[in-house]
């Protein structure tokens, strides 16, 4: 059974996070950063311990999409090019998700096309675009790179990042500052804000507009799967002016992925609402340990040949990883 990781995690010397901030503020922040500067041996060392066959890459968020102008087109451009240069050392273990600088969608749309058609990436990440450039990918901005994607036949895969700051402070002010910046990022904030981000793409008209449009997003689907039957009798046909329910657009247009989510549960919701062949096999390495992720995949009550779908199977086919 072929195991691909496809939500794993680096940074370059130049987005790394400053000091005492982002994960460097954790108690294992020196370690983390340890890790995710590994493009190399010891990370192969840690996927082979637990059984994992290829990781797909991508830049820790905010990566380039918080910088504006040429800054931010070259620190994109120089990120691409170190993962690129790795996966050349490990091409059997590795590949990527560029990262773009979403600050000048028509750059980022430039950026996905030589990242694909030059450096062979599968896609590309795109950290939740509100907090870095005041926008959800629904407004009319985000068309040219939008249509990128499709042109290209590459998935977006829309990954949580952190809010504005004065959605912040509304939203989990007052709290202990250790509660309100768990609760805010990996505990709930980023995967409500993400599922609400996906669902704009939906209830926007977006899909339908882009029907081509492969999108996927993690964490048993950032909420998605267990709110997706209410979201359907709330938002009918007659409500949002589209030809179909929001469900079939997600179950046409969105892939979801288990990372770091190793309960059954979620995984087991996301595989019975989106289908089996939509759920997608993540780990999101190093903020969670592949023997973790791995151990998800050996429990999972599923048969041999749904099993090797969720594994790697499924992102076999939609990244066209040979």
């Known amino acids: 059974m072929r195991t691909i990781a496809i939500e794993e995690h680096f940074w370059t010397a130049e987005l790394v996070a400053a000091p005492g901030t982002g994960p460097l503020a954790r108690t294992d922040g020196a370690v983390l950063d340890e890790r995710l500067r590994d493009l190399g041996l010891d990370r192969i060392a840690s996927m082979d311990a637990a059984g994992i066959d290829v990781q797909v890459l991508s830049h820790v968020q905010p990566a380039a999409q918080g910088l504006t102008g040429e800054r931010g087109r070259t620190a994109a451009r120089t990120a691409n090019d170190a993962l690129a240069r790795a996966i050349a050392r490990h091409p059997d273990r590795l590949a990527g998700f560029a990262t773009l600088p979403t600050s000048d969608p028509v750059q980022a749309a430039a950026e996905l096309e030589r990242a694909v058609k030059g450096l062979g990436f599968v896609g590309a990440m795109v950290h939740s675009t509100l907090g870095s450039n005041g926008a959800f990918l629904d407004d009319e901005r985000f068309e040219p790179l939008l249509a990128a994607f499709e042109d290209l036949d590459v998935p977006l895969y829309l990954h949580p990042a952190s809010a504005p700051r004065e959605v912040a402070d509304v939203l989990f002010g007052g709290l202990k500052p250790a509660v309100a910046a ?141």
């Open 182 to 322: 768990r609760l805010a990022s990996n505990a709930w904030g980023w995967h409500a804000e993400a599922g609400l981000h996906a669902l704009r793409l939906v209830a926007s008209g977006t899909f339908e507009r882009h029907s081509g449009l492969k999108l996927i997003v993690g964490h048993c689907g950032e909420m998605l799967p267990f709110m997706l039957a209410r979201v359907d009798e709330m938002l009918p046909p007659e409500v949002t002016g589209l030809p179909h329910p929001p469900s079939t657009y997600v179950r046409r247009n969105v892939w979801v992925t288990t990372s770091g989510m190793f309960s059954l549960p979620p995984v087991l919701c996301s595989i019975e609402v989106v289908g089996i062949d939509r759920v997608l096999f993540s780990v999101d390495y190093p903020f969670a340990a592949n023997i973790a992720g791995r151990h998800l995949l050996d429990i999972l009550p599923l048969s041999p040949g749904d099993k090797a779908q969720v594994a790697g199977g499924n992102a076999a086919r939609l990244l066209r990883l040979s």
